[in-house]
DNA sequence: AAAATAGTGTCTATGAGACACTATAGT
DNA sequence: ACTATAGTGTCTCATAGACACTATTTT
């Protein structure tokens, strides 16, 4: 890692000048930010959205719930940085995961300028609650006080509907992620990570309608999805429920066309 | 500025805890990345998508066109570096802008790991010419070799359709800007800022399919445009033009609902 | 048989595209 | 009068919502 000297820092320059912009390029080799990345793991089940979240056992932040997060590597890329945040601190790899957008007001966090780019992940149920239960971890489900996309703070609540205390501004990162999920959800295959390899049309819905906090028409629903040629039935049906069963779907990865 | 005294480095800590999480962090203490913003500049005229540059006079990238850009001070947040820089380099403010993307691959800038949180704003073209002509500055063309929001690096060209090399990754970022304004112009007000405060159908149908790089239907859009509520008629109409005059347009700003 | 959900067929309302037409300016 | 663009009326087609109906499983 080669730093640049810091010999160069003329005292008056004429101002938007390409000079001007190096002198401000060299003052940052006395002070930088820290920069880290959280992710948002979310995922959807018929009860609603939740997100994995830790307990803070020290200060700052002290018994708040916390995103993984941790700071980047010098030698890792963000997105790197967050695959890896989130094999360490959840355990799962190979998701969806895609960066949402980056927080940087100075006094986010109370000891020193950190500036964080968050990435947001969906996993399917299922592989959620296979998380390893580590000291601390759990899955809160998310209660979203705006409609549509607006956009805004989350609340979160634990068992028995108990709120609970987010850390920083963790409130609006989960805020901007489930407002990019339901961006996303009309216009991208964003969906079907939230669901097992295999689904019905009806857990497709279940998806749909917990993802955009209401309910949706189901026969526009089938109609539009079956032919957007993005899934394909598997011949197969669910097994084991109380009623007729449904078929099997798989989804479709776009081919190079 | 207060920062936490690296104390406390233990050597062995179970994997996943809190403790390792705090350990990484305060490993930040001694080397951290520099974090830069930098400004995509659009406007649309008939002649197509134009970006603003600056022809960097010393290396890395020397020779090369850059965004307009610098480093975030520790006391100010991302939103303003990028409006500080906006107003100090090109003269401009008050615009749309919002954030774009975080771009921080290790070798993208070859002195010393920086991180850059890119923004995009949007200028109609009158003011985008007032851009103070200082040493350097430049508005290229945007040629995007793809279509749709496919996304990836797009070409610029200065006078006589000559390219003109860019410096680090700006065509990704130029590149990933097109697309996010593509993704944009069908679902937001955002076609509005590249225009001046009053405009025809016809400025607003341009622009349009200036961003889209695509002719679009004329009837269909007039009446979409007229139904959604988001403009209204001013009585005035244009003057000095070689035909029929049209009737200009301004766009309502969404009241409080 | 009853309950519950899966899945299909048809009618209607809405909105985009296509096309034909009229209107109004400069030359 | 001719040309170029603005602006309107109407037809058709594709799609979403609504509704009624049939199908298949467990209890």
Chains 1, 2 share one sequence.
Do not use: C
Not at 109 to 115: C, G, S, T, V
């Amino acid at each position: 890692m080669t730093r640049k000297t810091p010999s160069k820092k003329p005292d008056s320059l004429p101002p938007d000048s390409e000079a001007a912009f190096l002198a401000g390029y060299d003052a940052t080799v006395f002070e930088r930010p820290s920069v880290a990345v959280d992710v948002v793991v979310l995922t959807a089940s018929r009860g609603g959205l939740r997100v994995a979240l830790y307990l803070r056992s020290e200060h700052p932040g002290k018994g708040r719930w916390a995103l993984p997060g941790g700071f980047v590597r010098m030698d890792e890329s963000l997105d790197a940085a967050a695959a890896r945040l989130l094999r360490d601190k959840a355990g799962l790899s190979d998701l969806f995961i895609e960066q949402l957008y980056t927080f940087g007001a100075p006094g986010r966090d109370p000891r020193w300028r950190i500036i964080t780019v968050a990435y947001y992940a969906l996993v399917d149920p299922r592989r959620f609650d296979e998380i390893r239960v580590e000291k601390g971890a759990r899955a809160a489900s998310i209660h979203v006080p705006w409609s549509g996309e607006e956009g805004g703070p989350v609340e979160v609540r634990g068992d028995a509907d108990k709120p609970l205390p987010l850390a920083f501004d963790h409130a609006e990162i989960i805020g901007t992620a489930v407002k990019r999920l339901r961006g996303k959800l009309d216009y991208t295959p964003v969906g079907f990570q939230l669901l097992p390899a295999q689904f019905t049309l009806r857990a497709l819905q279940d998806v749909h309608e917990t993802v955009r906090g209401e309910s949706v028409n189901k026969d526009s629903f089938r109609r539009r999805m079956l032919a957007g040629g993005l899934i394909e039935a598997t011949g197969e049906h669910e097994r084991e429920v109380e009623h007729r069963p449904a078929e099997l779907y798989r989804f479709i990865r776009r081919s190079a066309v």
